[in-house]
């Protein structure tokens, strides 16, 4: 088949199912076109493996002090350059596009009546799950920002619901390591002398910060880095504990990986709120409305959790793409549910 794949270039959890599906489908004899969206190209890097990659303008939002900056974000909004990028975007020879919420490729695939596929965390919102941070605004913006014809969520659990719809365990293939008293931080939408300040008063661990700097520097027990997806990846196998945002990717994969998870939604975000009160009801980390020293002092304290054994997610989707009558994704669902319960139980 040829196949369009969209990634929403805004939050690494997009880029990181990309890396996980994309690679299955083109071992399965899949021509996969891939086209990033909403990220600038010299803040994109560590994506060899799904090389050659296009980068277009797309969407995204601007953020302040850990919120998000409504006025920055319109002022940022360049529409008829989005438009025109849905335009000339050629589908003729395409078979199927997937958008991992990237706007281009699926309103692309809308406009000129091509098959599409939404596989993504923001897919999960379109089914009864934890939600807050919701009005109309966040409504229409989730339906309407990235639509597909067929729309596959991907969440931690499946909430237990009587009939199970297509929402699927997180993509992710990483091996756990643990070095005690190290603490990954990844907190892209906070002021770095907030974070330097929230965990300076903790002198027994070992913090490693990711941020926006030009090269690494450390202070006794604080440890500064650039972003670098392999650098990073260390660190999150050798870490005890992850202090991150309410994204969804990297908690996925600290949770399958047994890492004690503190996260700090960014306010203003439907999407991260609501996956702080799904970590809240499922009692499988800690939450911080801000950043605070003294719930960091209390979930320092707590014992470790079990990790969460994920099956190969992304490889079962492949095969199930591959098929290409794109049905059953019901029965997969629960298949990928029974397996990941039963380990875990």
């Known amino acids: 088949m040829n196949i369009v794949y969209g990634i929403q270039g805004t939050g690494n959890g997009h880029l990181t199912r990309g890396l996980a599906l994309?690679?299955?489908?083109?071992?399965?004899?899949?021509?996969?076109?891939?086209?990033?969206?909403?990220?600038?190209?010299?803040?994109?890097?560590?994506?060899?493996?799904?090389?050659?990659?296009?980068?277009?303008?797309?969407?995204?939002?601007?953020?302040?002090?850990?919120?998000?900056?409504?006025?920055?974000?319109?002022?940022?909004?360049?529409?008829?350059?989005?438009?025109?990028?849905?335009?000339?975007?050629?589908?003729?020879?395409?078979?199927?596009?997937?958008?991992?919420?990237?706007?281009v490729s699926a309103w692309a695939a809308k406009i000129k009546k091509v098959q599409s596929i939404g596989i993504g965390h923001q897919y999960a919102f379109y089914y009864d799950i934890p939600m807050a941070g919701e009005n109309m605004i966040t409504k229409f913006i989730m339906k309407n920002f990235a639509p597909a014809k067929i729309n596959i969520g991907v969440h931690w659990h499946h909430f237990d619901q009587m009939i199970v719809p297509?929402?699927?365990?997180?993509?992710?293939?990483?091996?756990?390591?643990?070095?005690?008293?190290?603490?990954?931080?990844?907190?892209?939408?906070?002021?770095?002398?907030?974070?330097?300040?929230?965990?300076?008063?903790?002198?027994?661990?070992?913090?490693?910060?990711?941020c926006k700097i030009d090269k690494s520097r450390s202070y006794e027990n604080i440890h500064l880095n650039p972003f670098s997806r392999s650098g990073f990846n260390s660190d999150l196998l050798t870490s005890e504990k992850v202090?991150?945002?309410a994204g969804f990717e990297l908690p996925s994969e600290a949770l399958r990986l047994g890492k004690k998870i503190l996260m700090k939604p960014l306010i203003g975000q439907m999407e991260q709120l609501s996956n702080a009160a799904a970590f809240n009801q499922l009692k499988w980390g800690s939450v911080m409305d801000k950043l605070d020293q003294d719930i960091v002092k209390e979930w320092i304290s707590e014992p470790s959790i079990k990790s969460v054994n994920y099956p190969d997610t992304a490889k079962a989707v492949a095969k199930w793409i591959n098929s290409k009558t794109y049905k059953g994704i019901d029965k997969l669902s629960s298949r990928l549910w029974e397996e990941t319960f039963q380990k875990l139980f």
Not at 166 to 174: A, G, K
């Open 22 to 103: 994309i690679p299955k489908l083109r071992s399965l004899g899949n021509n996969v076109r891939v086209i990033i969206s909403g990220r600038k190209k010299d803040r994109i890097f560590g994506l060899e493996q799904i090389e050659p990659y296009e980068i277009v303008e797309g969407l995204s939002f601007e953020t302040s002090k850990g919120r998000i900056n409504y006025l920055k974000s319109f002022k940022s909004l360049h529409l008829f350059k989005y438009l025109n990028d849905v335009r000339k975007l050629d589908l003729g020879n395409v078979d199927l596009v997937i958008t991992d919420f990237e706007p």
């Open 243 to 245: 202090i991150c945002n």
């Open 166 to 210: 297509p929402i699927l365990p997180p993509l992710d293939n990483n091996d756990n390591q643990s070095t005690p008293g190290k603490i990954l931080v990844y907190l892209p939408f906070e002021e770095l002398d907030d974070i330097l300040q929230l965990v300076e008063p903790f002198n027994d661990y070992q913090f490693h910060i990711y």
